[in-house]
């Protein structure tokens, strides 16, 4: 579902550790980084 601005309903989420480490990842083909995503 995609309202009139071009925008859907989502939720993110960032992954850190005790020492405040982020979970990040390379994209396989692509020469840059982001956090991981998914959906249902």
Do not use: T
Not at 19 to 40: D, E, H
Request: aromatic residues 12%.
């Amino acid at each position: 579902m995609i309202d009139s601005k071009g925008y859907r309903p989502n939720v993110g989420i960032i992954l850190c550790n005790d020492q405040g480490r982020v979970f990040w990842a390379k994209r396989k083909g692509v020469n840059s980084w982001q956090f991981p995503q998914g959906g249902i």
